[in-house]
């Protein structure tokens, strides 16, 4: 009969890989219940999903593309806004319920043991439902406006791996943060709203002025942002660096994130 020992993580390591695979099915029930939770006792529904983009898009189409004049490369503003809110909600999505994943299931992490990291990552989970169907609209604008892109479409899934993956670095990052402070769930949307804005979501690099293009590139997702965009629409392709960056910049934003939870794991139970 063989002992399972139980050790507390060190204050800088990584995570046993193998224990999060064998408890996959944690990752799995914790996804499928947000899910259910998140839609119960609403009145439309998953059509929430389609709303908050559509609408974003319809403002930002009229401020940025018909008030102001800016520039959308080439390709419909409200098409082109659209898939900006399809990269935007995918990140602030996974950001926003990783961070304060723990914290709302406190009685689960303080008296059950699991590894905790299951519980931030498992909100991708719910996050790319949303993605799912909001992608299914911008199909159906693409049809609509006759803009269908070429082959670069099959870097849609690589893209969003990459925005998947920086979005939850910050969420484990924030979560393990939020878990001593809960100052973190007033600045973090805060934080993204202003990041809304100072990422070329709405509109094009183009329209930055290059005296100030340096600020926004050292933004990683506008790299990744840009590729996206690229993948959906066709405009101008990324310079290879940039798409080595975003590449990059995601891996070591995730790693940053796990190291920063696994620092912090030892003291959840005690403090949350």
């Given at each position: ?21 064998e ?5 799995y029930?914790?996804?499928q ?5 998140r839609?119960r006792?609403?009145a ?10 559509l ?8 401020i940025f ?5 800016l ?7 409200f098409l ?10 995918l990140?602030?999505g ?6 304060s ?6 009685a689960?992490?303080?008296?059950v043991?699991?590894?905790r ?15 799912v169907v909001a992608f299914?609209l ?8 006759g803009a269908a ?7 849609v899934?690589p893209?969003?791996?990459?925005i ?5 670095g910050i969420g484990?990052a ?12 007033y ?16 509109y ?5 002025p290059?005296?100030?293009e340096?600020l926004?590139m ?7 942002l840009?590729?996206f965009?690229?993948s959906?629409?066709?405009t101008?392709?990324p ?18 994130g796990?190291l920063?939870f696994?620092?912090n794991?030892?003291?959840f139970?005690d403090?949350?």
């Open positions: 009969m063989s002992n399972t020992v139980i050790t507390p993580p060190g204050r800088i390591s990584m995570p046993r890989w193998r224990e999060l695979w408890a996959r099915e944690v990752f029930r914790f996804g219940r947000d899910v259910v939770l839609y006792q609403t439309v529904g998953v059509a929430w999903v389609l709303i908050q983009p609408v974003s898009a319809g403002i930002f189409s009229m593309g018909n008030v102001a004049q520039p959308s490369d080439g390709v419909p503003y082109f806004a659209y898939v900006g809110m399809l990269a935007w909600n990140f602030s996974v950001v926003s319920r990783a961070s994943s723990l914290v709302s299931n406190q689960l992490v303080a008296k043991f699991f590894p990291m299951l519980v931030p990552l498992s909100t991708s989970l719910s996050v790319l439902v949303d993605f299914g911008y199909v159906v604008l693409v049809l609509v406006y892109p070429g082959w670069q479409i099959a870097l899934i893209m969003t791996v990459l998947l993956t920086l979005g939850l484990l924030a979560s393990a943060i939020m878990v001593k402070y809960r100052d973190v769930a600045v973090l949307p805060w934080l993204l709203q202003i990041g809304l804005y100072a990422t070329p979501v709405a094009s690099l183009s329209a930055v290059p005296d100030l340096w926004f050292l933004n990683p997702l506008t790299w990744v840009e590729s965009r690229y959906l629409l066709g101008s392709a310079p290879t660096w940039q798409v080595v960056a975003s590449i990059a910049a995601s891996i070591l934003v995730f790693l940053g796990v920063v696994q620092k794991e030892r003291t139970a403090l949350i």
